[in-house]
């Protein structure tokens, strides 16, 4: 089950109490005050883990606890510090303070650690509040609550190109010819319920990630078919691969296919509609004479004029064009981010 969304709520631990306590020892009178100070409470931490895919431990877990310090004890014993709580998530997702409205970090990379709630300070026992002139206090300080956070977790997948396109419009099968990974193929819409990823191997210790998006159809912004809600997962891509079927089953116009997706990838986000892209002309099998490819090339060029994106042709079932295809993501891929 692949989860891109969570909500929860973490806490810090709380600091221990202080302690008040004389020191009664046989032949020593009046010992004085030893009571020790309480222990930290423990701190939250979220890590960004390679070996952690979705957010699926949140599903049924919502609460989140740090440790409680420990409280002090009479002969100058301090209280121990409460455990910190070091939560895993996958990398690229971010966190949210849901009552704040605010982003409070992107784990954008393994290995990222931040932390979002602090442990509360232990109280000071008595011993800490003896002075030359109030040698026997008899008070001491509580401990610190820790702090807590209603957070919102979104998960946004890491890869190097994302392939859009209309259901059915191959997009699965081409993850599966150029990776191996194996998502759901099947003659019907939607066979794709959830983004898939491949690593592309193209060769000489070459690679790259490929997400596999579920399709989108007009009307996806207003929730139509599966909506948009996947789309997050190609924000972070570098390459928008659009794959379009020359003769899809319903018998609409691939170019006017190619149009209503931009129109779709425009209204989720500016940034997205504006990355690099390349249009793929799929299930070239079909088109034996390679006329349909050529029209549909030729309006493509016509709609976007000069500088539009490049149009490849290839067949995901035969595999012809996937080496060219791949070489050519990899020619972006390899370029230096700007």
């Known amino acids: 089950m692949f989860i891109d969304e969570a909500k929860i709520w973490i806490k810090a631990g709380e600091g221990g109490h202080g302690c008040i306590s004389f020191r009664r020892e046989k032949y020593i009178a009046k010992g004085g005050p030893d009571g020790g100070n309480g222990g930290k409470g423990g701190d939250v931490y979220f890590e960004a883990a390679g070996d952690v895919s979705t957010l699926i431990d949140f599903t049924g877990q919502h609460h989140w606890r740090a440790g409680n310090g420990g409280c002090g004890e009479g002969s100058n014993r301090f209280g121990a ?36 709630c602090r442990g509360g300070r232990g109280g000071k026992g008595n011993k800490a509040f003896a002075t030359s002139t109030r040698q026997t206090p008899r008070f001491c300080k509580p401990g610190k609550p820790g702090q807590e956070r209603n957070l919102r977790l979104e998960l946004k997948l890491i890869a190097d190109v994302g392939l859009v396109g209309m259901p059915n419009a191959g997009k699965s099968t081409l993850v599966s010819r150029c990776s191996k990974a194996r998502p759901k193929i099947a003659n019907y819409p939607f066979t794709t319920l959830s983004p898939v990823l491949g690593i592309v191997e193209v060769g000489d210790h070459r690679r790259f990630v490929m997400a596999d998006i579920p399709g989108l159809i007009e009307g996806a912004h207003e929730g139509a078919g599966l909506g948009h809600e996947f789309l997050r997962h190609i924000e972070r891509t570098r390459i928008i691969v659009h794959i379009l079927d ?12 190619y149009a209503k997706i931009r129109t779709e990838l425009a209204m989720h986000s ?69």
């Open 270 to 338: 500016e940034v997205l509609a504006g990355k690099k892209e390349v249009i793929v002309l799929n299930k070239t099998d079909l088109d034996p004479d390679g006329e349909i490819v050529k029209d549909i090339s030729e309006r493509l060029a016509e709609a976007n004029g000069d500088g539009g994106p490049a149009v490849m042709s290839i067949s995901a079932v035969s595999g012809d064009g996937l080496a060219k295809l791949n070489e050519a993501l990899w020619s972006i891929v390899k370029e230096p981010v700007q």
């Open 81 to 116: 510090d409460g455990d910190d709580m070091v939560i895993r998530v996958p990398a690229g997702t971010l966190l949210y303070d849901t009552d704040l409205d605010l982003m409070l970090k992107d784990l954008s990379e393994v290995g990222v650690k931040v932390c979002v």
């Open 246 to 257: 020359i003769m899809p089953p319903d018998g609409s116009d691939p170019a006017e296919n």
